[in-house]
């Protein structure tokens, strides 16, 4: 506490708060509300009952409207709070509602209809979370499939990431051979050939090799990353040429030197690179929306986005599902933080 | 970073899994052996950087060098030797206007709303990002408490995907939103912000800077950060104000970061997409319609597609992307230099 | 086992040339040590002999086998590195397994040589540690261990010592002349430490600029060195040069004229060189005495650096430096006029080009 009460009153100067310790402290704690504030806000939302989502205003956690069975009556009847014209509280249930005035019984007597204008009760509410927006998805939509498309790209796409551009990564920075700087900047070029730039022949050439409407074809076309292949060479340089002379002595083949001693080496490198591809792949948006065209092939995001463009949008689920696509993230946020910030800190790489 | 020495991994379950990573590695090191013996040393550096090389030439190079040929063609057909060649019809098409600053007045009316609609979002977006996340990387490079928690804080919707953010912010703009309610609370008049042209604008330009300001601002900050204190200390020996050292001192050091910053963000604003697709979906009508949405739906989402004009109009943008790349070069050139001279 | 011949050998990085025509053969069980400034191509020679290098052009045979296109895997050498480069990732008993598990020799055997290794190299205690816990000294013991285990027909070893402090060094290359004996397989040695070519080496390569300049026992490079550059690099501290012109020469002695005017006798078949040219006289500084005798030349001492036992003067004669190491201790001040006598010194000829003149005998 007493640390806590030390930061809020940290200040620029000794003698009295300066402005910039004004702003400083509002910037941050507005940063804090803006920043968390929307994703705290749909998770709270996404264990509301669809009339809860609709009610308006609406409340921060998800309240229901509590009902009770009455005799005399098919459906359960909403119950509310009714303030009597004495001043005494009774709960009573509604019947009907007409303009500003509501038929009302009491649970013990549903008889005695009693008239309440709407400005003297207020309903009685109890928090329930609605789970159903996370079980039903799993059980009625195609929310597995989807689940399990972009589970199967990520971690597929990843490892062929790390292998495939590791050894790249290698042979870019252990071996002198012609045209090694041109294949260098030939990788460094694609950098600047974004997705958008591409995607019509891209598009063609996935298809000409029949992996349009599969999941490989959203995989391979993103697994030689040129910021990979730099990240690891970078790294591998720092790894000294004796090392490997010292294994080629040892009678180690080539590639027993590229996985017995540069990949464990370059172990911090690839977790760096392998933190980011998961994020990556998890994300990725348009080129999957482009290649997969087959409900039973959607990956999470594009699912979620053909869901919430329909005309009648069931926000309950699509809520719900956003939730769970951001788990993943959230755990790496959580668990690998320091780690992203730190590579991107020092690579300049998103 | 250095290759220092990883520790240790005395977990059980981590030597488990390594198991069939080692038979695996193991059992492709006899026939490499016998590959390394045909092709020798050197030509193992060949074998090494074949896959990649592979991946990249068929799935990036191939596609950016046909994709002038794609541009060069019309029709619907897919396939290149499909299609009729018509020269630089396409780029007529796209270029086709009485004024260009009335979209409507062109044949490809979309093409310059999206282009307009670009322009106007670049513009606010990378001023506002660059302004936001160097106000934040400064203030987070105060003396402050716990500041690996605050930087987290703002780096967190970075990871978020675009499809995410989309949603969160759709669900909070929507007419029964978050927003609104605050609005109400305040006795305001709640608003269809996403119904609403420039509310609709605004939207796009604020979530993407909510989205991504994070991942800038750490590159601010690791810029801040290395500049030496001492350099501060020195100056308010010599009396100088607070206000003067951050002219003088901050931002000249900050430069070659502030550039790399200015750059990226410029880039990727050009090919905003994803969370403006799902958030507004270009609309409404067309308002915040951008150029790889453009792109997009002439090559493949509507009825009649035309890979051609698609691919045109991705080439213009390419040539804008390796434009705004070449003066970032250029820039961080000259920046060095000054650097070296001071 | 263990005879290496390079016949006509030559190697060029791109168009730099950085080995010229080298000829050596290596007999079995010989301790051989490169040595030469910084540079000179003596890393780049041992690691064609090792096969981490091709050579450019000549032949390259081992145990009359030649090896140009066999992978360095495939020679039967071994190498310990400047940096030891143990691998960081694994254990001492890993580094050590590492090359004889790529040889897919049975486990027993690879623990009962790993066991061998290390008791006669004392690292056993070690062995389940990482490279990053060891001192210096013990990784440079696993780095010879790695070697060993191999039991290859010729050691290979690129200045193992350099990174050992002095008291370290001393003690390890002790050992490594012990091992030397014990193991009785070929050894080449790289250094430029000559401390270590002269104590270890059965005969030493000097190089210079990618090129022989001679082989032989580290005694015949000390009394007999084939030109100016093998005198003064072998020997310290570093062996006098005077320069002069050569008066008269007799039978089997000359005269020359020091700069400055001095006159010497010195030693010298007749006729080696005519009168007249120019010449430069070798003398090592422990050679010089100072006496005031026959044959003694004037000298202003410039600095005095008593060390005990011994006393080193910087001398100038005539304007060219002189070095003497005289034992004992001398009540000398700088600035001091001191005769330096020549009489008991084996003196050394090179003509202008610098090549040795033999002496009379
Ligand atoms: N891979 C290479 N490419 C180009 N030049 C090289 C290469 N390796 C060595 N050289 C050059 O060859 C020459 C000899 O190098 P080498 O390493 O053999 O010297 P050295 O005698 O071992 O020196 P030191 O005593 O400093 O270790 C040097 O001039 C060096 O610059
Ligand atoms: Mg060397």
């Given at each position: ?238 790894i000294p040429?004796?090392l490997?002379?010292a ?14 001693i540069?990949?464990p080496l370059?172990a ?83 | 970073?250095?290759a220092n020495v990883p520790r240790r ?334 | ?82 940096s030891y480069a143990l691998y960081p990732h694994m254990s001492v008993?890993q580094n ?34 990482r490279p990053g816990q060891l001192?210096?000294?013990?990784r ?222």
């Open positions: 506490m007493s640390r806590l009460a030390e930061f809020i009153f940290r200040r620029r100067g000794r003698n009295g708060w300066h402005w910039t310790d004004i702003v400083t402290w509002l910037w941050l704690v507005g940063g804090l509300f803006i920043m968390f504030g929307p994703a705290v806000w749909l998770v709270g939302s996404s264990f509301k009952s669809p009339a809860a989502l609709a009610e308006f205003p609406p409340t921060i956690m998800p309240y229901v409207t509590q009902k009770a069975t009455v005799e005399g009556y098919d459906k359960p009847l909403d119950l509310y709070e009714v303030t009597r014209p004495d001043g005494s509280k009774a709960v009573l249930a509604e019947v009907r509602r007409i303009g500003i005035v509501a038929q009302m019984v009491a649970p013990e007597k549903p008889t005695d209809i009693v008239k309440v204008n709407i400005a003297e009760r207020t309903p009685v509410r109890t928090m329930s979370f609605a789970t159903t927006n996370y079980t039903e998805p799993f059980t009625h939509f195609d929310f597995v499939r989807y689940l399990w498309n972009s589970v199967f790209v990520t971690v597929t796409a990843t490892l062929i990431t790390l292998i495939v551009n590791s050894m790249a990564a290698f042979a870019l920075s252990k071996y002198e051979f012609r045209g090694r700087t041109f294949a260098m900047l030939l990788i460094l070029a694609t950098l600047m050939v974004p997705l958008s730039v591409i995607m019509v022949p891209l598009y063609s050439i996935v298809s000409a090799l029949g992996l349009f409407n599969n999941l490989w074809g959203v995989i391979l076309p993103t697994v030689a990353t040129p910021t990979g292949v730099f990240i690891l060479r970078q790294y591998m340089l720092t040429d004796e490997i002379d294994a080629r002595m040892d009678k180690a083949s080539e590639w027993q030197i590229y996985w017995r540069i990949l370059t911090p490198a690839l977790a760096v690179l392998a933190i980011f591809s998961v994020v990556w792949r998890w994300n990725d948006f348009l080129w999957p929306l482009i290649v997969l065209s087959r409900k039973e092939l959607y990956t999470l995001q594009v699912g979620l986005s053909i869901y919430s463009g329909e005309l009648n949008v069931q926000w309950h689920f699509i809520l719900a599902m956003t939730v769970v696509t951001m788990i993943p993230v959230v755990l790496v946020f959580i668990f690998l933080q320091r780690f992203i910030t730190t590579g991107i800190a020092g690579t300049g790489l998103k | 970073m250095k991994s005395g977990s059980g379950l981590g030597e488990a899994a390594m198991v069939p990573v080692r038979l695996v590695m193991g059992a492709v090191d006899a026939p490499l052996r016998w590959v390394q013996r045909r092709l020798g040393i050197g030509g193992m550096a060949t074998f090494f950087l074949l896959p990649n090389m592979l991946i990249f030439g068929i799935f990036v190079l191939l596609p950016f060098f046909i994709n002038f040929a794609y541009s060069m063609t019309g029709g619907t057909a897919l396939f290149l030797p499909d299609r009729t060649f018509v020269g630089t019809e396409q780029y007529a098409r796209l270029f086709d206007c009485v004024n260009y600053a009335d979209p409507n007045s062109c044949t490809e009316d979309t093409f310059w709303t999206a282009v307009g609609n670009t322009a106007w979002f670049v513009l606010l977006q990378v001023s506002l990002m660059i302004l936001f996340s160097l106000v934040t990387a400064l203030i987070l490079n105060r003396d402050l408490m716990a500041r690996s928690f605050w930087r987290a804080v703002f780096f967190f919707p970075v990871l978020l995907s675009p499809v995410v953010v989309g949603l969160i912010w759709k669900w909070i703009l929507q007419r029964q939103g978050l927003l609104n309610f605050g609005l109400y609370s305040l006795g305001l008049e709640p608003h269809t912000w996403l119904n609403d042209r420039n509310w609709s604008f605004a939207a796009t330009v604020g979530v993407s800077i909510w989205a991504h300001m994070g991942f800038y601002t750490l590159i601010l900050l690791a810029g801040l950060q290395a500049i030496p204190k001492d350099l501060y200390e020195a100056a308010e020996m010599d009396g100088t104000r607070p206000a003067r050292a951050f002219w003088r001192i901050t931002l000249p050091l900050l430069m070659p970061n502030l550039l790399v910053v200015v750059v990226l963000v410029l880039i990727r604003a050009v090919q905003i997409f994803d969370e403006v697709y799902v958030l507004t979906g270009g609309g409404p009508g067309t308002s915040t319609l951008y150029l790889t949405q453009y792109i997009y739906e002439t090559g493949f989402a509507t009825q009649l597609r035309n890979p051609g004009l698609a691919a045109a109009a991705s080439i213009l943008m390419g040539v804008v992307l390796v434009i705004l790349t070449l003066v970032q070069l250029g820039l961080g050139r000259k920046g060095e230099n000054k650097g070296a001279r001071k | 086992m263990g005879h290496i011949k390079l016949t006509n050998v030559t190697k060029s990085f791109g168009a730099v040339d950085v080995l010229h025509d080298i000829n050596l053969e290596i007999k079995d069980g010989e301790f051989v040590v490169f040595v030469g400034p910084s540079g000179c191509g003596k890393s780049t020679l041992l690691r064609m002999i090792a096969g981490l290098e091709k050579p450019t052009g000549g032949e390259l045979a081992i145990d009359g086998k030649v090896v140009n296109d066999v992978p360095a895997a495939d020679r039967g050498l071994a190498m310990v590195f400047q008993r050590l397994a590492f090359g004889l598990e790529n040889t897919r020799m049975p486990k027993v055997e690879i623990a009962e040589r790993i066991g061998e290794a290390a008791r006669m190299l004392e690292i056993e205690p070690y062995l389940e540690r001192s210096g000294g013990q440079q013991r696993v780095a010879i261990g790695r070697a060993i285990v191999r039991r290859p027909v010729a050691f290979l070893l690129d200045e193992p010592l350099s990174n050992l402090d002095a008291e370290l060094r001393g003690s390890t290359r002790a050992e490594l002349a012990a091992l030397h004996a014990r193991l009785s397989a070929t050894m080449i040695y790289v250094t430029h430490d000559q401390v270590e070519a002269m104590t270890l080496a059965d005969r030493i390569v000097v190089l210079r600029a990618g090129r022989i300049e001679q082989i032989g026992t580290p005694l015949e490079l000390y009394n007999r060195p084939a030109n100016r550059f093998v005198a003064g690099f072998i020997g310290s501290p570093h062996m006098n040069f005077l320069e002069g012109t050569l008066e008269a020469s007799g039978s089997d002695r000359a005269v020359a004229t020091l700069k400055g005017g001095h006159r010497l006798e010195v030693p010298m078949a007749g006729g080696a060189v005519a009168a007249g040219s120019p010449i430069t006289l070798g003398v090592r500084p422990q050679h010089i005495t100072l006496d005031a005798g026959e044959n003694s030349i004037p000298a202003k001492i410039r600095l005095v650096e008593a060390l005990g036992s011994e006393t080193v003067l910087h001398a100038d004669v005539a304007g060219q430096k002189v070095l003497v190491v005289a034992p004992g201790q001398h009540d000398l001040a700088p600035g001091a006029d001191i005769r330096l006598s020549l009489a008991a010194a084996p003196i050394h000829l090179f003509n202008d080009r610098g090549l040795r003149l033999e002496r009379a005998v």
